[in-house]
């Protein structure tokens, strides 16, 4: 299968990595993780099965000779999720066609890192245990509003809020991630998830990755969002990091405040859709 025959060719890896590597480099990538042999590039999301019990599927791509067999292709599961940059036209008209509903869009963003700008808070890493973790969860509460599983009608606040906590147990169970946090005394005021990536082993390539940052509502604009994100900034340049990425709604207008301020961009745009089985 040529890479003419696919749609959505240019996004395996959510065209994240697009400003850093050629799109025949992306696509060699691709052909180690992906079967291009068959007509639609499809996995099972078993941490969102888990969560929602539902069967739950991501696409990744598909082939022009599929686009009239998705529902024979979807047969037995529950939902398929698909992430696409906005300018995949035909590969969204296909969607569309086939039932996908858009629930979310989102920026993505991208800086290259110099030097960070010291602000003198007292920042803490803090250890991924149980006992640390309970003094982050006051502060998940509302801060996955603009994400799309709490926007998409199929799937109740409830059972999306239950989805989310278990997100922090998740990320801080990776061997790849770091949580920072700014204290109030003995309250954690604000606090920001990181993984450290290297998406290509073969590739002299490291990046950092925002995933979530929040500030409990009485600790906000005091500074400590931007002096979490430059203490992280700082810590993967001492380690030889040059690039930072981050991504998010397209509504959440204080996050994207906040990322320009810190000198990170704009790069790619995205759409989340969601086909759910009648």
Not at 39 to 57: G, H, P
Not at 204 to 230: C, H, M, Q, S
Request: hydrophobic fraction near 40%; glycine fraction near 4%.
């Amino acid at each position: 299968m040529t890479r003419e025959k696919y749609l959505n060719r240019l996004d395996y890896f959510d065209g994240q990595y697009n400003c850093d590597f050629t799109q025949g480099k992306l696509l060699t990538y691709a052909h180690k993780i992906f079967n291009f042999k068959e007509n639609v590039i499809i996995r099972r999301d078993e941490w969102c099965s888990a969560n929602l019990r539902k069967t739950c599927y991501r696409l990744f791509s598909l082939s022009e000779a599929a686009k009239n067999k998705l529902e024979d292709i979807f047969a037995g599961k529950d939902m398929v999720a698909v992430r696409t940059n906005t300018g995949n036209i035909r590969f969204l008209e296909i969607l569309s066609s086939a039932g996908f509903k858009i629930v979310n869009a989102k920026l993505y963003l991208r800086k290259k890192l110099s030097g960070a700008e010291k602000y003198f808070y007292p920042v803490r890493s803090l250890k991924k245990k149980q006992c640390f973790l309970k003094d982050l969860r006051p502060l998940l509460k509302g801060a996955f509003v603009t994400s799309r599983f709490y926007k998409d009608d199929k799937i109740a606040p409830a059972a999306a809020e239950r989805l989310y906590e278990k997100w922090l147990d998740t990320h801080a169970g990776k061997k790849t991630t770091e949580i920072f946090s700014i204290f109030e005394g003995s309250k954690c005021a604000a606090f920001l998830a990181a993984s450290y990536l290297a998406p290509f082993p073969e590739e002299k390539f490291n990046a950092g990755f925002v995933d979530l940052i929040t500030v409990l509502p009485e600790y906000r604009n005091r500074g400590y969002a931007l002096a979490l994100l430059r203490h992280f900034e700082d810590k993967l340049i001492r380690q030889g990091t040059r690039i930072l990425f981050a991504n998010t709604a397209i509504d959440n207008y204080q996050a994207q405040i906040l990322f320009s301020r810190n000198g990170l961009l704009p790069f790619n745009s995205v759409v989340e859709m969601h086909w759910w089985n009648r």
